[in-house]
């Protein structure tokens, strides 16, 4: 196949037949069509300047509003807010200085007046907003944190959720952070239709984080200007799983230490789903370390290298990987594989990758595959 690159390395040595014949994947793909539309990039309007629906305006019609401007008034809100069995609890259009960060209790939906409402941080190591419960949405705000330039000082967080389950973060503009939407230790959640951008920090600068189990869902973003839009990581008492759909990445000339837009590390353990997204203008769209999943129906385009699947780490090393229906355009290296296991592209096993016997089935095996959230707002996967 043209484009693909396999690489000499102290694991494995360079084949001259870089595909061989395999078996057809008209399964999987039955599967990835049935449960992910075809089209690429997001699927509707996004950011915080999006009109709230006459249905949602009725729902946020009971709410606590905030009085004042600091981290304190937002804290004084949700309190209130949970003595009185009110769920939303609105930030009108302003600027709100925090001088530490808000703990949200569960069951709140915190609701802005969009890009007008803006929440800063005041140093260069605080969240933003600390879940200390489930069911927790984000909407119609614009969070910053402490530094939209490369740098290596800036600690800040947005959104930070450990342990809590179905955080939602809809509509909203993260920019500035460490950072932006931090999920850990088995939390699950979901981020759509955001802008997230300028995350410069040198080592991290994450729109989205995830490790230790956490389960998430991405779609229907735009991302621009991060070391990574999303990273992940494992150590959890389950598999991580995210999947990242129908997002637009754009643009990364800020960022001085490229590495993929959307990463799998080493130590990331578990699944992955990649589909429908636009990539276009960055260094490389993705860096796969580690992990199984499915990369298909993407549009890569004015980048050098589209994906690296590779193993960087002795003991981690990716696997079972379905590469289907991607299109590139002005990428000069489409793939580079170097070692991996049952590496499939476009129904055909990269012969570096199964180098014995017969291939195997084709990837990916069975993972959780995540429902976005309905009106009760829960993250459910079958």
Not at 15 to 20: E, F, K, R
Not at 231 to 250: D, I, M, Q
Not at 252 to 258: E, F, I
Not at 279 to 306: K, T, V
Request: charged share 15%.
């Amino acid at each position: 196949m043209r484009g693909l690159i396999v690489k000499r390395s102290n694991l494995a040595v360079r084949i001259s037949a870089v595909i061989v014949a395999g078996i057809a994947t008209v399964g999987a793909v039955g599967v990835v069509s049935a449960h992910h539309s075809p089209a690429v990039g997001p699927r509707g309007p996004l950011g915080p300047n999006v009109p709230v629906s006459a249905v949602e305006r009725s729902v946020f019609a009971r709410r606590i509003r905030v009085q004042g401007s600091t981290a304190a008034a937002v804290q004084a809100a949700c309190r209130q807010a949970i003595t009185q069995g009110v769920p939303v609890v609105f930030l009108p259009a302003g600027q709100y200085l925090f001088e530490t960060e808000v703990v949200v209790p569960g069951g709140l939906t915190l609701l802005g007046s969009g890009s007008s409402t803006l929440c800063q941080t005041t140093t260069l190591s605080q969240a933003l907003f600390r879940m200390q419960g489930d069911h927790v949405r984000f909407t119609r705000l614009k969070l910053q944190g402490a530094s939209l330039v490369w740098d290596q000082s800036n600690d800040t967080y947005g959104i930070a959720s450990d342990y809590n389950q179905n955080v939602h973060i809809d509509h909203c503009e993260l920019l500035g952070f460490n950072s932006a939407a931090d999920f850990s230790n088995a939390a699950t959640g979901q981020v759509d239709h955001c802008y997230l951008h300028h995350c410069l920090r040198d080592g991290m600068g994450y729109g989205i984080g995830l490790d230790r189990g956490s389960y998430v869902l991405v779609s229907d973003n735009e991302f621009s200007q991060c070391r990574h839009c999303l990273a992940s990581n494992g150590f959890g008492a389950r598999p991580t799983h995210w999947e990242f759909l129908h997002n637009h990445v754009n643009s990364d000339d800020l960022v001085q230490n490229k590495q993929g837009a959307v990463d799998a590390h080493p130590d990331m353990d578990g699944s992955f789903v990649v589909t429908g997204n636009l990539f276009e203008n960055i260094g490389n769209a993705l860096d796969i370390f580690n992990g199984s999943g499915l990369i298909s129906a993407n549009r890569f385009r004015y980048q050098p290298y589209g994906m690296f699947i590779t193993a960087t780490t002795a003991g981690a090393v990716p696997h079972d990987i379905a590469v289907t229906g991607n299109s590139f355009e002005s990428v000069s290296q489409p793939y580079t594989i170097d070692p991996a296991i049952n590496i499939w592209i476009d129904g055909a096993v990269v012969a570096s990758t199964w180098t014995s016997g017969t291939p195997p089935s084709p990837p990916p095996p069975p993972m959780p595959w995540l429902q976005p959230m309905g009106a009760g707002g829960v993250l459910t996967w079958t």
